[in-house]
């Protein structure tokens, strides 16, 4: 068997052994910029403190994310942290109904029924083309005065045995504020589920014809083509964006804080009224997303590496 021509072997020798990264240089322009962001920095901060007549009061802070309990003997999150907690809450659980909202509403897009692509397109072109508030309100008042008297969740709430409040506690909201809760669940999943739609027909969409094709060839159903064929491929491509959304879930959170749902931007508005730490207070709040979308980022990073395997 005769050996590889010169151009393949160099491209084989690329791919084992892929050319070493430039290392990074800071450049006199680069100095610059940064001297002139730590400038403008330094001009906010003195405008806030001097022109406003702003007095900091950083020492006073930490006591609103963390309080030592006398009964307990520890310390114990306080009012900014368990409105952290509480958004993390939302994101995790909103993501996930959001993801089969979404998946359902997207397989609706690509369906060969006309009906079904006319709903799930109505469903995403609301979402879409209407306000993020007004869905809000729309969306949360429905549930939570229609929806929910339906599913008897207020008498179940109530009714739990002593145990479970610890799990509900922990996974979801205390039973008192269970209702609410479950209603800005609700309406935040359905306001991510039509990004997510798009994103689930445009993986699906990504796939070659020839898939199709080849697949009815062998006598598969549209259901088994859609099984065992398409929606594998089509993984790859959905789980980078899916990915993201769940940081855009994370921010979207914070609208819910409208309509009294104790997240991090409710937690963190309620104090700043009662003790007129502005400054400091929103920039804690900016502090905590930017720690969590930003630890999501690297893992959504990672997961696109993941996804595309080693070079070969």
């Not at 306000?131 to 969306?139: G, H, K, R």
Request: hydrophobic share 50%; with cysteine.
């Amino acid at each position: 068997m005769r050996g590889a021509s010169g151009p393949h072997r160099l491209r084989e020798a690329n791919c084992h052994h892929p050319l070493p990264s430039k290392p990074l240089r800071i450049t006199a322009l680069d100095l610059m910029l940064g001297a002139l962001l730590l400038a403008l920095g330094a001009a906010v901060f003195w405008r806030v403190s001097e022109g406003l007549h702003y007095q900091w009061q950083w020492a006073r802070l930490p006591q609103y994310l963390l309080r030592f309990d006398p009964q307990e003997k520890r310390w114990v999150a306080n009012i900014l942290l368990h409105g952290f907690a509480n958004t993390i809450r939302l994101s995790i659980w909103g993501t996930a109904l959001a993801a089969v909202i979404g998946s359902i509403a997207g397989l609706g897009r690509v369906a060969r029924r006309p009906l079904a692509r006319w709903v799930a397109g109505a469903y995403v072109a609301l979402v879409r083309n209407t306000p993020p508030l007004v869905l809000i309100f729309i969306f949360y008042f429905f549930l939570s005065d229609q929806f929910m008297p339906l599913l008897r969740v207020p008498e179940l709430a109530t009714a739990v045995p002593p145990p479970a409040h610890t799990l509900l506690r922990a996974l979801l909201a205390p039973p008192s504020k269970l209702p609410a809760f479950l209603s800005a669940l609700f309406t935040l999943a359905l306001f991510e589920g039509a990004y997510i739609a798009e994103i689930v027909r445009a993986g699906i969409q990504s796939i070659d014809r020839g898939q199709w094709e080849a697949s009815a060839a062998l006598g598969f159903s549209r259901f088994r083509q859609l099984r065992h064929v398409v929606l594998p491929q089509a993984v790859r491509f959905i789980l980078p964006p899916l990915a993201g959304q769940f940081i855009s879930t994370i921010k979207d959170s914070a609208i819910v804080s409208v309509i009294s749902i104790q997240e991090l931007t409710f937690q963190g508005l309620e104090l700043m009224a009662a003790t007129y730490m502005t400054f400091e207070i929103w920039i804690t709040i900016t502090l905590l997303y930017l720690a969590l979308t930003f630890a999501c980022s690297l893992g959504v990073t990672r997961l696109e590496k993941g996804l595309k395997g080693p070079r070969r």
